[in-house]
């Protein structure tokens, strides 16, 4: 809040500003505003699911696999329906092949911050019920780093049925990167005379990513009376500000703030109409300017975790807009 007071004495503006700062996160609720009690209630992890279904064809194996019309080329679409039981499309092996994968690659999504309800599905069935036959299915990260794995045989293949893979913490927590997994689908025993494999869906599914969550304390930064072409520092009025992870994870923080009425905001030295704001997280050793696009605040924010920020205000060196002004910074929070 900006107010202008003419001197009575002469021309010189004074000015008194007062900032709001506010906390902002991703997919949750309004700022804490008070600590004991909290309100609202401190956010805690939230879980959904997430599925990431066939979206591209890494491998299609030699000699191919096909749709059911016969095709080789986007055949991930006859298995990437949000629905099991859609039987009528499917993909399926060479007869009498073994030993020859065909690779899926999967949507992305994001890391559940979480070891648990990593679940892999799919629907296929054998096409002689009197040959053997073991399919094994694989959930990759890359080309290399198989993740889990799981095979079903024979009788168990007899119809289209829905067969699940949940994995295991170990093998949930060795995913590095959500955003280049792959299903694989492979033959390792073949009875023959013509034998082969359908598949007609499949998906992997993992808990929602994590709501992330942040609150700031005391949320008002009050820089008193500054001259026209002045600064103030909230160092020097001891309304230092804590942004405060309470998101139940490690969080990344960004900051930005926003033009006032009159007032464009820059980021370089102040001009007419033109004000800068900066920010520090380590007591003034190291500035950077706010503009009205996010930047990083701080990474790495453990869980109950606290970033201590000041903030600098430079006025317009000239202006003819004298009556009230606001602006707003705003700390957001995504999960790391």
């Known amino acids: 809040m900006a107010k202008v007071i003419k001197n009575i004495l002469g021309n010189f503006l004074l000015f ?11 997919f949750s609720g309004w700022p804490q505003i008070w600590d004991y009690p909290a309100i609202p209630p401190q956010i805690g992890m939230v879980f959904a699911a997430q599925f990431a279904r066939p979206s591209s064809d890494v491998d299609v194996g030699s000699p191919a696999w096909t749709d059911e019309g016969g095709g080789s080329t986007n055949i991930y679409q006859s298995i990437d329906e949000y629905d099991a039981g859609v039987d009528a499309d499917y993909i399926k092996s060479n007869p009498n092949a073994d030993l020859n994968p065909y690779v899926a690659g999967l949507g992305t999504i994001s890391d559940p911050q979480s070891s648990t309800g990593h679940v892999i599905r799919w629907r296929a069935k054998r096409d002689k019920t009197n040959k053997t036959l073991t399919l094994v299915v694989s959930l990759y990260e890359g ?10 045989s024979d009788t168990a293949l007899d ?40 598949v007609s869906w499949a998906e992997f599914e993992v808990p929602d990513a994590p709501v992330a969550s942040v609150y700031v304390k005391d949320g008002t930064i009050g820089y008193g009376f500054v001259a026209v072409g002045g600064g103030a520092c909230s160092t020097t009025t001891t309304d230092t500000q804590y942004a405060i992870n309470n998101g139940g994870f490690t969080e990344n923080f960004n900051i930005k ?8 905001i820059g980021t370089s030295s102040p001009g007419s ?19 009205n696009e996010y930047v990083s605040l701080e990474t790495g924010v453990l869980d109950n975790g606290t970033s201590t920020i000041d903030t600098y205000i430079f006025l317009p060196s000239a202006t003819v807009n004298y009556g009230e002004q606001s602006t707003t910074i705003t700390i957001q929070a995504v999960a790391q």
């Open 16 to 26: 008194c500003l007062i900032f709001i700062i506010v906390a902002a996160w991703l």
């Open 143 to 152: 080309d290399t780093h198989e993740v889990a794995s799981s095979s079903i």
């Open 159 to 198: 119809s289209f049925t829905t067969s699940t893979y949940t994995l295991t913490a170990g093998q949930a927590d060795s995913i590095a990167s959500y955003a280049d997994l792959r299903l694989q689908f492979n033959i390792t025993v073949n009875g023959g005379a013509g034998q082969f494999v359908y």
């Open 257 to 264: 703030s926003t033009d006032t009425t009159n007032w464009d």
């Open 273 to 291: 109409e033109i004000y800068t704001h900066l920010f520090t997280t380590t007591s003034g050793s190291y500035w950077q300017y706010i503009d």
